[in-house]
């Protein structure tokens, strides 16, 4: 199932990969030993479910289980971490336990290789072709665009490489640059480029001018810093293309990521010191506010969601659509409005022979100030999308057998019942529509841009601020 955990970082994996070395240092444990270390584990790991976990009386719910597992693991009869594991699932379907694994290695395996160079590729028959270029990275700099042929990796030929051949010679962990040979459209030079590595900075932006009047950024996930390069290519489009004046913001099959990010993209367009949104942890909650500036200058937005935009990546244009600073354009989104946190959990004894746990916990439900979440219903567009081109139908968050219920109960506000407002895209439609990298028709964005088109002001009533 999608969704991402919204609050965990990759410093904090990173951080609890490094513990785990300690964790499984020494050898030569008796049994008493090994179990009285995985009882300290499972006994903290419950302490901190019982006072962190947003159900409140999940823990007392759930004693009699809780005292059966403990019984079994004191007598070597479960398999520890599966035991752990299946109990904190019990407590909602995205809590969960694992055993913290350490691998080493220099830097994180999610910057490494074409990443680090801000790309995506896909093989296409023996060819190796640039799918995806990444705002502010080194390929975009250097002007790489989807279709770009790559021959050449450091001056060897692809054609002389297997996949992991090609995996290790790209920012393989030591490298400060690569050389990338570039063969573009049906000429047969290839210009070479010393691409930098960037092994640090995570970059999820992508930037383009559809007609020279409408700027798309597409984000792919919610990334620590994603504002900055909202921020950077709003106004780099500006720059190179005066007519800009209006945007989409593509958050389609965008699982999440950091609820921060989502938070501060809202920000940048949201000229008004309102609460934004409102974290619910158990008894408490805590406002998250907009700071005054819109980078955007007002300028009419739409943002485009589908059944694959979650966690994070439904935060933000419901925020944007709570404070009327945008219209949503698309499909019913996959309803993951609650929040997780992760806890390392070790033995008293630090270098015990049992490595030590990752308990991933939902603390939090994450609502609009009016209260309303999109917790298992997802966000509502305000222009729906229909085309026989769309999965007639996708998982959702309401779905999972132990989904944390929706604060407000989960059904439809007045306001969500009145978005009735549909666009029909089908496979035969005849107007101007916009294709994708695939030479497909896309139906969402072909809608979205059609909502921007029919708007004849620069402040519609739908953009009027709270």
């Not at 499984?24 to 019982?50: C, W």
């Not at 938070?263 to 998250?288: A, C, E, T």
């Not at 026989?388 to 779905?399: I, S």
């Not at 549909?422 to 979205?448: M, S």
């Amino acid at each position: 199932m999608p969704g991402g955990t919204i609050l965990q970082s990759k410093k904090a994996i990173a951080a609890l990969t490094i513990l785990g070395a300690f964790a499984s240092a020494s050898h030569g444990q008796t049994e008493d030993e090994l179990i009285a270390a995985r009882l300290q584990v499972f006994d903290k790991t419950m302490a901190v479910l019982r006072d962190n976990h947003y159900l409140k009386g999940r823990y007392d719910a759930l004693a009699a289980d809780i005292e059966r597992v403990r019984v079994d693991i004191s007598n070597g009869r479960q398999d520890f971490f599966e035991a752990v594991d299946a109990l904190a699932q019990s407590f909602d379907s995205r809590t969960s336990f694992s055993k913290i694994v350490f691998k080493k290695r220099k830097r994180d395996a999610n910057a490494l290789g074409f990443a680090a160079l801000g790309l995506i590729t896909q093989k296409t028959g023996a060819r190796l072709l640039v799918d995806r270029v990444f705002f502010n990275t080194s390929g975009f700099g250097a002007g790489l665009k989807h279709g770009d042929a790559i021959v050449s990796i450091d001056g060897k030929s692809v054609t002389e490489m297997n996949t992991a051949g090609i995996d290790e010679a790209v920012c393989n962990d030591f490298a400060d640059f690569t050389q990338i040979g570039i063969a573009r459209g049906k000429g047969k030079a290839v210009i070479q480029h010393d691409l930098e590595c960037n092994y640090d900075t995570e970059h999820a932006v992508e930037m383009r001018v559809i007609n020279d009047k409408i700027g798309y950024i597409k984000i792919d996930s919610f990334v620590e810093f994603v504002d900055f390069d909202v921020q950077e290519a709003i106004q780099t489009m500006r720059k190179t293309h005066p007519g800009v004046k209006s945007y989409i913001l593509d958050l389609r099959d965008n699982t999440g990521g950091q609820a921060l990010a989502a938070q501060s993209l809202v920000d940048l367009f949201v000229d008004s010191g309102d609460v934004s949104m409102i974290k619910k942890i158990r008894d408490d909650s805590g406002n998250v506010y907009n700071t005054p500036g819109d980078h955007a200058q007002a300028a009419p937005l739409v943002v485009l969601v589908n059944h694959d935009s979650w966690s994070a990546a439904e935060l933000a244009p419901m925020a944007l659509q709570y404070h009327r600073r945008a219209k949503i354009v698309g499909t019913i989104t996959g309803g993951k409005g609650t929040s997780q946190r992760t806890f390392s959990i070790f033995p008293n004894r630090l270098r015990s022979f049992l490595p030590g746990g990752a308990l991933t916990i939902t603390e939090s439900v994450i609502t609009m100030p009016d209260g309303n979440s999109h917790q298992l219903k997802g966000v509502i567009p305000d222009v729906q999308v229909l085309s026989n081109l769309l999965p007639a139908k996708a998982p959702r968050e309401a779905d999972m057998k132990l989904a944390i219920p929706n604060p407000m109960g989960g059904a439809l506000t007045p306001a969500e019942k009145a978005r009735t407002e549909t666009c029909e895209v089908h496979a035969d439609f005849k107007g101007a529509a916009v294709y994708g990298h695939d030479g497909k028709i896309d139906p969402i964005l072909t809608c979205g841009v059609m909502v921007l088109r029919n708007q004849t002001q620069a402040k519609a009533a739908a953009f009027v601020p709270r």
